[in-house]
């Protein structure tokens, strides 16, 4: 089993920055990729972003390309997301997701493993 942690998120204003970890426990060695998602109130869960967790690759939802940067640190377990230039329209609980198969993906029910959430609260 694999346990993940987020930590980092909080209030700021708009264009301000904020950086969220996931620390991941556990059989860590199961991880192939890890995502990051995010839920507004009154909306669904949707993606944000995903890393591989070897290799480097990376993938973004359109709406934070060029905004966030996914990353991780395979010595310490963690994943990153830093976001920048926030908007109020980033506000929400954001999840770390971890997957065990191979390929990094943007659909939630692909990940095996997720966090208890962050909020992110961007206030203008």
């Known amino acids: 089993q694999v346990q993940l942690v987020e930590s980092g998120g909080g209030l700021v204003q708009v264009g301000e920055s904020l950086r969220l970890s996931c620390a991941a426990a556990?059989?860590?060695?199961?991880?192939?990729?890890m995502g990051w998602f995010r839920q507004a109130p009154g909306k669904e869960r949707e993606f944000v972003a995903a890393?591989?967790?070897?290799?480097?690759?990376?993938a973004y939802a359109d709406s934070v390309k060029g905004r966030f940067t996914i990353s991780r640190d395979i010595a310490k377990n963690t994943a990153y997301l830093q976001m920048n230039s926030l908007k109020p329209e980033d506000t929400a609980v954001y999840y770390c997701a971890g997957g065990r198969n191979s390929g990094i993906t943007a659909r939630a029910d692909l990940y095996d493993y997720w966090g208890q959430g962050t909020q992110v609260t961007v206030s203008s």
């Open positions: 890393c591989n967790w070897s290799g480097g690759t990376t």
């Open positions: 556990g059989r860590t060695f199961s991880i192939y990729y």
